[in-house]
């Protein structure tokens, strides 16, 4: 079955230090993976997807992602936090290509918590 | 970019009626179009997903009478949450394909239902 897991419910770091939010996957064939944010009471915003090629995906806000087949793991990274970085954090697979459908399965998402 | 409109974004309503939900695609036609329901700092779950011009696919364990989902156009997906409980509230959001956009899916804002 096809599956995401984000194993941190919360993450904490300090404005300015580096911030990683992880993602492992589980899916047959090859993954389509995607990062959202969300913030209180408001839809999903993109960050970034994989596809296919450079195993270094750059995204919105300054966001990138690490895909690694060897690991099924997707981690979202960012050179330095901002307060406005807080938000709640969610990694996606898509298991079917567009042609065939493509429904999102979720992670249960990670509360990123940046303090000044 | 793609953008997906949805409304209201809060409802309140007294347990028994109904209430709609709707999702309008507005820069983009929206063949599919899927209702996610969310509750508090949890994942989305996956309700549906709605075709346009044909019966919506619903998850296991979605009723498809409590929860009518209506695609009669590429740019316009309606929800109607039918005799509604409190056990109904929760959040809703709905997110369409953009085949034509780099993120691939879109989501609206969001719909907070309370039901009194």
Same mark, same amino acid.
């Given at each position: 079955?096809?599956?995401?897991?984000?194993?941190?419910?919360?993450?904490?770091?300090?404005?300015?230090?580096?911030?990683?939010?992880?993602?492992?996957?589980?899916?047959?064939?090859?993954?389509?993976?995607?990062?959202?944010?969300?913030?209180?009471?408001?839809?999903?915003?993109?960050?970034?997807?994989?596809?296919?090629?450079?195993?270094?995906?750059?995204?919105?806000?300054?966001?990138?992602?690490?895909?690694?087949?060897?690991?099924?793991?997707?981690?979202?990274?960012?050179?330095?936090?901002?307060?406005?970085?807080?938000?709640?954090?969610?990694?996606?697979?898509?298991?079917?290509?567009?042609?065939?459908?493509?429904?999102?399965?979720?992670?249960?998402?990670?509360?990123?918590?940046?303090?000044? | 970019?793609?953008?997906?409109?949805?409304?209201?974004?809060?409802?309140?309503?007294?347990?028994?009626?109904?209430?709609?939900?709707?999702?309008?695609?507005?820069?983009?036609?929206?063949?599919?179009?899927?209702?996610?329901?969310?509750?508090?700092?949890?994942?989305?779950?996956?309700?549906?997903?709605?075709?346009?011009?044909?019966?919506?696919?619903?998850?296991?364990?979605? +009723?498809?009478?409590? $929860?009518? #989902?209506?695609? *009669?156009?590429?740019?316009?997906?309606?929800?109607?949450? %039918?005799?509604?409980?409190? +056990?109904?509230?929760? $959040?809703? #959001?709905?997110? *369409?394909?953009?085949?034509?956009?780099?993120?691939?899916? %879109?989501?609206?804002?969001?719909?907070?239902?309370?039901?009194?």
């Amino acid at each position: 079955a096809q599956s995401v897991a984000q194993p941190e419910d919360q993450v904490n770091v300090a404005e300015g230090n580096p911030l990683t939010v992880k993602c492992t996957y589980s899916v047959s064939g090859n993954p389509y993976l995607f990062w959202y944010v969300q913030y209180p009471n408001r839809g999903l915003q993109f960050l970034l997807k994989y596809i296919t090629g450079d195993n270094l995906v750059k995204g919105s806000y300054g966001f990138e992602a690490e895909f690694n087949k060897s690991q099924t793991s997707f981690h979202l990274k960012k050179p330095s936090a901002l307060v406005s970085d807080s938000a709640l954090y969610f990694c996606a697979v898509r298991y079917r290509p567009y042609n065939q459908g493509g429904k999102l399965i979720f992670g249960q998402g990670t509360e990123l918590s940046v303090k000044p | 970019g793609a953008v997906v409109s949805q409304h209201p974004s809060r409802v309140i309503c007294k347990s028994g009626t109904s209430v709609k939900i709707e999702c309008r695609s507005l820069d983009f036609q929206a063949t599919t179009m899927f209702w996610y329901r969310q509750f508090p700092k949890q994942s989305l779950m996956l309700m549906a997903t709605s075709n346009e011009g044909s019966k919506a696919t619903y998850e296991q364990g979605v +009723e498809k009478d409590k $929860f009518l #989902i209506n695609h *009669a156009s590429l740019t316009l997906s309606t929800l109607t949450v %039918t005799s509604a409980h409190p +056990e109904d509230s929760s $959040f809703y #959001i709905c997110s *369409a394909r953009d085949i034509t956009g780099g993120a691939g899916y %879109t989501f609206g804002s969001g719909t907070r239902l309370t039901v009194v």
